[in-house]
């Protein structure tokens, strides 16, 4: 008995696969566990393997077409069975189902293109005729605006003619007919918008009864849907209208007018870069088309032979080129740090502050400090320790959110940003208001050589009620960060730049640092911030002030 093999959920977030390569064809003899084809996803492109034994009868999606996940995808069975109960059946109505939590197929029938299965018989579409529906031109279209007809009633259209030109969320673009006949209907007007699907023409033979067709309500599984639909349900017939096979094997989808234009122009499709659906070329792409030297058709370098030798204009050179790209996945550190800033930054309300502090007296007073024997202090040294102090002072800001509850920590634990190989940690400074300069100094140097090597306990990482993140030692004159939860805020360090400044009325070269302060808006206020901010900068310009 024939099975059905339906568009398989291979990924938790999938809503539709394209087959990028089919590894059987119609008449294999297929064994169980034999990979049918290959299957791009919304994360990988991903085997597909068969659970019958049988023949392959049908194949309901070419290669390079997507579909959503339930769509007919193969059909195997016994060699000569007959399939034409399956492919003609209603969705829901087949006990064939072979993959786990599917229980539908959809309906489809290679030897008719023209499928109207499920149109009820009394409202059926005379043969012929062909509703347009308005299509999904982008990924995030949901409406479109018809900018201008480029057709009127009562006009011949032939397969490739440009319909009219829509408008959508990103661009304005070219719509083309795939089918031949005479517009008998417009639907939506110049100016006018509506939904993807909402009916843009009718296209038929001359006498069609208009308002017969428009009260026959098609589902959209049959022909008279929108394009994309059309071509998922006759794959074999858009292959052979769309896809031109070359020598070396590769394939170009294309549109019969774009291939068209090409043939008269002497374009080599294999040059041409498609913006349409799965990269197929549309007229446009021809249209726009400039070759470079090495890759002008033979029939366009004997075009312009024939030209005017006086004359001939050398043709403007464009870069062409094959995008790549790599995925590497993901470690466990990335995926923690991207969940926690994630949820950081979309449940606090986020609000920064920002201020430049003069750091002469910092630069003059380190250099006394690293003059003693074994001492080494460097400016980030200074920065966590003024903040320490500046904590002890405005304890809103050493604070927690706990919903129903605000926290007060009465202790100080600074975190200090370290960046490492794949990502970032943030060791912390237990009771950082109670060490000295140079025992903040050397607790950093030890705990981020051990963060480096991933020598840290994860004891060490945790309990902070404050962070400190500094990239000035790359050059970065200001920058924002994303609140490091629990923390209220987090303080950001750019580098210390020379400057004019002005001194006493006069303009004289000196140094400063900007910093910028993150805060949580839910317990820190704008005011209890910029006092913060006031008391650290007197901290850190009168640097005497932290060894008392």
Request: with cysteine.
């Amino acid at each position: 008995m024939a099975e059905v093999i339906n568009m398989p959920r291979l990924s938790d977030t999938m809503e539709e696969g394209t087959v990028a390569k089919w590894l059987k064809s119609v008449g294999d003899k297929i064994e169980e566990g034999d990979i049918l084809a290959e299957i791009e996803t919304d994360k990988a492109t991903m085997e597909f393997e068969s659970f019958h034994e049988g023949t392959l009868l049908h194949i309901g999606i070419a290669e390079g077409d997507g579909a959503p996940v339930d769509t007919l995808l193969a059909i195997i069975g016994d060699e000569g069975e007959d399939i034409t109960s399956l492919l003609n059946g209603k969705q829901g109505t087949s006990n064939n189902v072979v993959e786990a939590g599917e229980d539908t197929i959809t309906p489809e029938k290679t030897e008719e293109p023209a499928v109207k299965a499920e149109s009820n018989i009394s409202n059926e579409i005379p043969e012929g005729v062909e509703v347009i529906k308005m299509p999904r031109l982008s990924d995030t279209m949901e409406e479109g605006t018809v900018a201008t007809w480029l057709k009127k009633v009562g006009d011949e259209v032939e397969e490739g003619d440009i319909l009219a030109e829509i408008e959508t969320d990103k661009a304005t673009m070219e719509f083309e007919s795939f089918y031949s006949g005479q517009l008998l209907y417009i639907g939506i007007q110049e100016g006018e918008s509506a939904p993807v699907d909402e009916v843009l023409a009718i296209i038929g033979p001359e006498g069609t009864n208009v308002e017969a067709v428009l009260k026959s309500k098609p589902s959209s599984t049959t022909e008279t849907a929108t394009t994309a639909e059309t071509e998922k349900i006759a794959p074999q017939e858009a292959t052979n209208k769309e896809v031109k096979s070359l020598n070396s094997g590769q394939r170009v989808f294309v549109s019969p007018l774009a291939r068209k234009i090409a043939a008269e122009k002497g374009i080599d499709l294999m040059a041409v870069k498609g913006s349409g659906d799965h990269g197929r070329i549309v007229k446009r792409d021809v249209e726009n088309f400039v070759p470079s030297k090495d890759i002008i058709a033979p029939a366009a370098v004997a075009e312009t032979k024939t030209a005017s030798e006086s004359q001939v204009t050398a043709p403007q050179i464009l870069p062409i080129g094959e995008e790549h790209f790599e995925e590497v996945k993901n470690s466990q550190m990335r995926k923690v740090i991207a969940k926690r800033l994630s949820e950081s930054k979309f449940t606090a309300p986020h609000y920064y502050l920002m201020i430049e502090v003069d750091m002469d007296n910092a630069m003059a007073s380190r250099v006394k400090i690293n003059s003693l024997p074994d001492t080494k202090v460097s400016f980030n040294d200074m920065v966590v320790k003024a903040c320490a102090m500046a904590l002890k002072k405005h304890p809103q800001v050493n604070t927690s959110w706990n919903g129903d509850t605000t926290r007060y920590n009465q202790h100080i634990h600074v975190g200090v940003a370290v960046a490492v190989d794949d990502g970032l940690v943030v060791p912390v400074l237990k009771f950082t208001d109670q060490m000295s300069l140079t025992q903040i100094g050397t607790s950093v140097k030890d705990l981020a050589g051990r963060a480096r090597v991933k020598k840290l306990t994860p004891a060490e990482m945790e309990g902070s009620t404050f962070t400190v993140s500094n990239l000035g030692m790359f050059g970065i004159l200001e920058f924002t960060s994303i609140i490091n939860q629990p923390n209220s805020a987090i303080l950001s360090v750019g580098t210390i730049a020379e400057k004019p400044v002005v001194k006493n009325g006069q303009i004289v070269v000196g140094n400063t640092m900007k910093i910028s302060l993150a805060c949580d808006h839910r317990t820190v206020d704008g005011a209890t911030g910029a006092q913060f901010l006031q008391t650290l900068r007197a901290y850190l310009e009168n640097p005497v002030t932290m060894l008392a």
